[in-house]
């Protein structure tokens, strides 16, 4: 939605409720919605200008979904597509680039996964 600004930096934060057991540990930043100001705050080098971040907040302000029945078309396509992926998978297809699934055996075990790897790296465990 924003490549027209490729030229941003970036900065990956994942949030979850204080309800949620996090049980990752990794560089990127995942973090208690609690966390999250005092997370924001680490990156104190401002690489943007206002009038970009003004556009850029237009931008994403003008793709939500405020209408109720463009909200339930909405969610009613997601489905569609979340179902549609296993039904291609109940067939053996891979729902990325079509190839076929097949069972594998690897470091950790069996799986299914495309047919087309290493092109592509689809799996279901």
Do not use: W
Not at 13 to 26: E, G, P, R, S
Not at 46 to 75: A, G
Not at 80 to 100: A, L, M, S, V, Y
């Amino acid at each position: 939605m924003l490549s027209e600004y490729q030229e941003l930096n970036y900065i990956s934060i994942i949030t979850f409720t204080t309800k949620a057991d996090l049980k990752v540990k990794t560089k990127t930043n995942v973090v208690y919605t609690a966390n999250l100001l005092k997370t924001i705050r680490k990156y104190d080098k401002e690489t943007v200008s206002d009038s970009v971040k003004e556009k850029v907040y237009k931008k994403l302000l003008s793709l939500n979904i405020d209408d109720k029945e463009e909200r339930t078309e909405h969610v009613r396509s997601i489905y569609k597509n979340i179902n549609e992926k296993n039904r291609k998978i109940t067939e053996n297809i891979c729902p990325r680039c079509g190839g076929t699934l097949v069972r594998k055996n690897g470091k950790y075990g069996s799986f299914t996964g495309c047919s087309n790897y290493p092109k592509c790296k689809f799996t279901v465990k």
